[in-house]
Structures are given as C-alpha cells and as structure tokens.
C-alpha cells in the first residue's frame, strides 16, 4: 500500500459521467481519495453518505473529495441517483489505480477467499505527495475523522 511521502500514480480512468480523467487532473488543491469496496452495499453506502453530507465542510477547506471504487460507470451513476451524492467517483474496472495504491487484498467471506478493494483513504496534497493514509477504514464515522484531521493540519 502507498504510503505518506509517495506520490500519486499516474493512471486514466474514467468518472461516473463516463469522460476519462488523468489522476493528475485531480490535483490543484488537497485531495481525498477513498476507495471503497462496492456501490450501493451498506458500508459503502454509510461511508459515501458521510463524505456527502460533510461535501460542504471539505469544500471550505478546500479539498476535493472523490471514490473509486472497480463498479462500472453506469454502476456509480445508478449509486450516485439513488443517494444523492454530489462528488466524483472513478470507475476502476480494470483495477488500474487501486494495484497502483496497493488497496487489493486477500479478503474472506463465509470461508470463501477472494481479492477485493481494502476500504482505505489518502490525503493528497495539491502537488500530488501523499500526506496521510487511513487503512482498513471502518466506515461508521469516517469522514469526520478524515475532516478533523484536514482541521488540525
């Protein structure tokens, strides 16, 4: 897994509306990047409902928040309607930037093991540099960890 001081991959993926997007156009300001396992299941449900409704608090501080998630376009337009969210979330289908951040582990689910997405979440500064990095997220209370941390910095 990337890790404080590590710079933001380089990869192109593409967002909910469908248009592809280099990495390196999120940048410009603070960035928070959260991966997250899978559209519409209740921990990436409660997670992404947090980062909406605290939309307005990152946006003062200036920090953009976005998801990725390997659900298809159409997958995070469909979750996007259905909760209302008003941010960005990438389609990595091809898990381009999540083996990129290293977030793809070994997970186990009624005895069956298999390879999912590690809910983890990057603070990326406006040049791209990781600046702190919440592994293995619990999603109830998440966003609010994650803004008073951006508070106190």
């Known amino acids: 897994m990337l890790s404080t001081g590590d710079t933001l991959p380089n990869v192109t993926l593409e967002d909910d509306t469908g248009k592809r997007i280099k990495t390196s156009e999120l940048l410009g300001g603070r960035l928070v990047l959260y991966f997250y396992p899978k559209d519409d299941t209740p921990g990436c449900t409660n997670e992404a409902s947090q980062f909406r409704d605290l939309l ?3 946006k003062r501080k200036h920090v953009r928040v976005v998801g990725v998630s390997r ?3 159409a997958s995070h337009q469909k979750f996007k309607k259905k909760y209302g969210l008003t941010f960005p979330l990438l389609s990595d289908v091809d898990s ?3 083996d990129a951040f290293g977030v793809i582990v070994e997970k186990s689910n009624y005895g069956k093991t298999y390879l999912g997405v590690q809910r983890s ?3 990326i500064d406006e ?5 702190h990095v919440w592994p293995n997220v619990k999603a109830d209370g998440h966003a609010e ?3 008073d941390y951006i508070s106190e910095a």
Request: glycine residues 4%; positive net charge; aromatic residues 10%.
């Open 145 to 147: 960890e994650v803004l």
């Open 56 to 58: 307005a608090r990152f």
């Open 127 to 131: 040049k791209g540099t990781i600046v």
């Open 96 to 98: 381009k930037l999540c």
């Open 71 to 73: 659900d298809s376009v």
């Open 121 to 123: 979440t990057f603070l």
